[in-house]
């Protein structure tokens, strides 16, 4: 599995987060073919390039919004660092 590091979140502070996506691809198929997963998000199915860059922004965009999630060691979480 890879992991994808988000960096800024839109306020112009910077942070980061990974969030783990796991990607099946259908290596028989053209255009190339799948569905993607981050680790506590819906399955995205998709087709050719743009159809996995747009699952790729999807799955990050709703990982970054999760109230739950990781921070890197070393950094807050976002929900800490907004609570203050």
Same mark, same amino acid.
């Given at each position: *599995?890879?992991? %994808? &590091?988000?960096? +800024?979140? +839109?306020? +112009? *502070?910077?942070?980061?987060? $990974?969030? &783990?996506?796991? #990607?099946?691809?259908?290596?028989?198929?053209? =255009?190339? $073919?799948?569905? *993607?997963?981050? @680790?506590? +998000? =819906?399955?995205?199915?998709?087709?050719?390039?743009?159809? #996995?860059?747009?699952?790729?922004?999807?799955?990050?965009? @709703?990982?970054? %919004?999760?109230?739950?999630?990781?921070?890197? =060691?070393?950094? &807050? =979480?976002?929900?800490?660092?907004?609570?203050?």
């Amino acid at each position: *599995m890879r992991s %994808a &590091r988000v960096t +800024g979140d +839109g306020s +112009g *502070m910077a942070s980061t987060q $990974t969030t &783990r996506l796991t #990607l099946e691809l259908d290596s028989v198929v053209e =255009p190339i $073919t799948g569905r *993607m997963r981050a @680790e506590a +998000g =819906p399955s995205r199915h998709f087709v050719g390039w743009l159809g #996995l860059a747009a699952a790729l922004r999807g799955a990050l965009g @709703e990982a970054a %919004a999760r109230p739950d999630r990781v921070s890197e =060691p070393g950094t &807050r =979480p976002a929900a800490a660092a907004e609570a203050e």
